[in-house]
């Protein structure tokens, strides 16, 4: 066998990197530019800081950390989703029992 064995999943090339990159300071600047501007309301302000960040963790899942969301990247996909799932659900649980523990101390 060789030592450059290479497994199935594709590890991208530099053009996808440099392309992921690109995206992701684009994705950056954009809040960073309406915040220090001060040119939106604090709704319009929200409103695209959010959709900005929706879109970047799209573009880092699939140029840095290559999920494919096509057929043949189906098992890593729902993979990710089941962590993420699990993931909110520790946090937002254990946040909700800290508060309600917090009520109970007070009364």
């Known amino acids: 066998m060789s030592q450059h064995d290479h497994d199935a999943h594709s590890h991208g090339s530099v053009s996808s990197y440099v392309v992921g990159f690109v995206l992701s300071v684009i994705l950056t600047v954009i809040p960073f530019w309406a915040v220090m501007t ?56 254990s946040v909700w029992i800290i508060y309600e523990s917090v009520l109970m101390m007070m009364y």
């Open 38 to 93: 001060s040119a939106f309301d604090r709704a319009t302000l929200f409103a695209i800081i959010v959709v900005t960040a929706v879109v970047q963790i799209v573009v880092h899942l699939k140029y840095f950390l290559h999920l494919n969301f096509t057929k043949e990247g189906k098992i890593d996909t729902l993979s990710f989703i089941f962590t993420a799932i699990v993931i909110v659900m520790v946090v937002a649980l």
